[in-house]
C-alpha cells in the first residue's frame, strides 16, 4: 500500500480482555516496529521484526504482549488479559531495510482504551 | 543507556514569526542519529529533519533547521515563517549507529500553538 496501514483505527475493551492490533507496512518494507505512546509521554520501543523474526523484543513490558509476523509482511500485536494500564496509543513504523540511512514510515495508530 | 530530553512541554508562537524547539540528549556513543518528528492530530509521526552526528553541518530543509552542537548533546529546532499547519506535537529522537535494531528513543515532546 502507499503507507502504514494500522487497524483497528480505535479499540476499547474491558479489563481482562484480550485485543489484536494489526499493522500493514508498506509493500516490501522488510523491517518492521511497535511503539506504545501513553498520553504526554513520546513513543516507547516494544518489538522490532527484520523479515519474520523478532530481532529484539526487549521493549515488550512483560508476557501478556506478544507480536508475530508470520509472512514478514502483516504484524499483529497481541495482548492478553489487557490492563488499565495499557490504555495507550500502539504506533506501528515499518522502513525499506537494517541500515540506519533508512528512514521510518509511521502508521497513525491505534488507540488502546481499557475500561 | 540512551536518553533525550524535552524541556519544554508547551511553546506558541505568531505566524509567520521564528520559534526554536530545545533538545538535549545523554549518550556515550560517538555516533549517533537525531530526529526532529512532527506528531498532528492524526497521530502519524512525520519526519521533520535529520542529523547524523558526524556531519559537523547543520541540517536544514526549507523553513526548518537545526543547531547541532555535538559537545553539548543539544539539538535545537528552528521553524522560520511560522505557518498555521505548522501547529503539532513535536518530538526529538535519538538512534544509535549501527546498532542491532535501529530503534528510536524518543524525548516527551513539545506542544507547538501558532497564533494568527
Known amino acids: 500500500g502507499a503507507g502504514v496501514s494500522q487497524t483497528p483505527s480505535n479499540k476499547v475493551t474491558e479489563k481482562g480482555k484480550y485485543v489484536e492490533l494489526r499493522c500493514d507496512p508498506i509493500s516490501g518494507h522488510t523491517a518492521l516496529y511497535w511503539y506504545r505512546q501513553s498520553l504526554g509521554q513520546g513513543p516507547e520501543f516494544l518489538i522490532y521484526f527484520q523479515g519474520t523474526g523478532a530481532a529484539d523484543d526487549s521493549g515488550l513490558p512483560n508476557d501478556r504482549f506478544f507480536a508475530v509476523r508470520p509472512e514478514g509482511s502483516v504484524s499483529t500485536l497481541k495482548i492478553q488479559r489487557t490492563e488499565r494500564g495499557d490504555s495507550a496509543v500502539y504506533l506501528c513504523?515499518?522502513?525499506?531495510?537494517?541500515?540506519?540511512?533508512?528512514?521510518?514510515?509511521f502508521g497513525s495508530g491505534t488507540r488502546l482504551t481499557v475500561v | 543507556a540512551q536518553t533525550v530530553t524535552q524541556s519544554q512541554p508547551e511553546m506558541s508562537v505568531q505566524e509567520a514569526e521564528t520559534v526554536t524547539l530545545s533538545c538535549t540528549y545523554d549518550t556515550s556513543e560517538s555516533d549517533y542519529y537525531l530526529f526532529w518528528y512532527k506528531q498532528p492530530p492524526s497521530r502519524q509521526m512525520i519526519l521533520v529533519i535529520r542529523?547524523?552526528?558526524?556531519?559537523?553541518q547543520n541540517a536544514t530543509e526549507n523553513r526548518f533547521s537545526v543547531n547541532f552542537q555535538k559537545a553539548a548533546k543539544s539539538f535545537s529546532l528552528k521553524i522560520s515563517d511560522s505557518q498555521l499547519g505548522d501547529a503539532a506535537m513535536y518530538f526529538c529522537?535519538?538512534?544509535?549507529?549501527?546498532?542491532?535494531?535501529?530503534?528510536?528513543?524518543f524525548g516527551t515532546g513539545t506542544l507547538l500553538a501558532v497564533q494568527p
Open positions: 513504523a515499518s522502513s525499506p531495510g537494517f541500515t540506519a540511512n533508512y528512514g521510518y514510515t
Open positions: 542529523q547524523e552526528a558526524y556531519k559537523q
Open positions: 529522537a535519538y538512534r544509535s549507529y549501527g546498532g542491532a535494531t535501529n530503534k528510536l528513543i
